[in-house]
């Protein structure tokens, strides 16, 4: 893939029509990105809720919400009858969901998914997995050749075949991922603002204060710094929106990882204000389902999201785990493609990666999900003083972890190379992912001159 990238001349090969309704996908300077992605989830919880207690009047609705080709009636019926059939996936141990989020009617380049993440749940551990696709992510669209990854929904969004925008965005994800997707979920960010107003707002812990300084207003600039201070806070649908979508916070906020968090935070809080509530009331029930009507687009059917909300009502924050395709260097890279005047960032491959690489990649998605949420700090010190025996301990460094080289100031040399966890047992899945990837012997004891969470030395046995 890389290098057929590399060789590509035209910008057409990657961008929309820049006269379709969908706008083009070119570099342009300082412009803001949009997060939707985070808040699919909680639609899905709300939308079953809301169907279990919804009157047929209200149903009525549903068809501009769900994209299948069944009548209310049917829906209806199959809420009482097909709540225990089960979901593609079910069987082989987990269901994919992917989850699209866009800017909508009003919005430059509307209906391009700036926000493309697949869930996985798990149906042994009862965990959920959010896989984040960068939307700059070249895939082979079908009559199109390479385009990148957030056109797809747009380029095969078609009003009278509701679910082709959809299905083509699933096909694009399935192929990037190498995972089984027969589902998708789509919203528009204005959408989400109103349901979270309409429930009252949402209270969510913060846990540390930061400030973004850059984050984006909706006419290409940004607004005045906004600041979150730690601790517990009400907040209405744009302060919710801003908290989860900050890309530039202070305080180690900017990251990646700490964003995600967040996200999660915002999905909880939601979902716990939907079940405290109860949503009972007709009236409630009526406007989030205009809200919906209006913002949100799925080809699962309502017995579906039963279904669905049944299998991971019991997931907490603590068993939800996030993990990003975006630039590493070593298995996905950055690109600029085109010429001077019509040049464009990408994301692919790295030279000499395929496809089949991000494939087993995603496929060990849960256990790099649940090392880089821990985050742990790795100290390794050589005591052989052989550079080359460094080499495996470096690739730690693209799974989440902090590696540190530290000089190894003994006068004897170590014979067995020696894993020391000062970590009080607190970070289980490092520790368990070193023991199985590496020869180790482990200490009885904690290493005392050290703030790592575990401590490397490494012993004639590696030489």
């Not at 089960?86 to 919005?107: A, C, F, R, W």
């Not at 550079?387 to 460094?397: M, S, T, W």
């Amino acid at each position: 893939m890389w290098l057929i990238l590399k060789n590509m001349k035209s910008i057409d090969a990657i961008n929309p029509n820049q006269n379709s309704s969908y706008n083009d996908v070119r570099l342009r300077k300082q412009r803001p990105k949009r997060r939707y992605g985070c808040f699919l989830l909680v639609v899905i919880l709300i939308l079953s809720g809301l169907l279990v207690w919804g009157a047929s009047n209200l149903l009525s609705k549903t068809n501009r919400i769900f994209t299948g080709d069944k009548n209310v009636f049917q829906r209806v019926g199959q809420l009482f009858v097909g709540g225990d059939k089960k979901l593609i996936g079910e069987d082989d141990g987990q269901v994919n969901v992917l989850l699209l989020g866009y800017g909508g009617p009003g919005h430059d380049g509307p209906y391009l998914t700036d926000t493309i993440i697949v869930a996985s749940l798990d149906m042994e551990t009862d965990e959920v997995v959010l896989v984040s696709i960068p939307r700059d992510f070249v895939v082979q669209l079908p009559g199109l050749g390479f385009r990148k990854i957030n056109s797809a929904y747009a380029f095969f969004r078609d009003d009278n075949d509701p679910n082709s925008a959809g299905e083509a965005a699933v096909d694009a994800a399935s192929k990037l991922t190498g995972l089984e997707i027969p589902y998708y979920a789509a919203i528009d960010f204005q959408g989400f603002v109103k349901a979270i107003n309409q429930v009252g707002g949402v209270d969510v812990v913060i846990d540390r204060t930061f400030t973004d300084s850059s984050y984006p207003d909706e006419r290409y600039g940004f607004l005045a710094p906004v600041t979150f201070t730690a601790g517990s806070e009400h907040m209405d649908g744009e302060r919710a929106l801003i908290f989860a979508r900050s890309r530039k916070g202070t305080n180690n906020e900017g990251s990646d990882f700490a964003r995600s968090e967040r996200q999660k935070k915002v999905i909880q809080a939601f979902k716990d204000k939907v079940v405290k509530l109860g949503i009972t009331d007709l009236r409630t029930i009526n406007n989030l389902l205009s809200v919906f009507t209006d913002n949100f687009r799925t080809n699962l059917e309502p017995y579906q999201l039963q279904r669905l909300i049944e299998l991971g009502k019991d997931i907490d924050n603590e068993h939800a785990f996030s993990l990003s395709l975006e630039p590493d260097n070593v298995l996905i890279c950055n690109g600029i493609i085109g010429d001077y005047e019509n040049r464009a960032y990408v994301v692919q491959p790295c030279e000499g990666k395929t496809l089949t690489d991000v494939h087993n990649y995603i496929a060990n998605a849960s256990k790099l999900a649940k090392l880089s949420k821990e985050a742990a700090e790795v100290e390794v010190q050589n005591s052989t003083q052989q550079a080359y025996v460094l080499g495996p301990f470096r690739a730690l460094n693209n799974l989440g972890m902090e590696v540190n080289f530290r000089p190894f100031l003994q006068s004897n040399k170590f014979s067995r190379t020696i894993l020391y966890d000062n970590s009080g047992n607190l970070k289980p899945e490092t520790r368990k992912y070193l023991e199985e990837n590496f020869d180790l012997t482990v200490a009885d004891l904690p290493f005392n001159n050290s703030n790592a969470d575990f401590v490397i030395i490494i012993g004639q046995d590696a030489l």
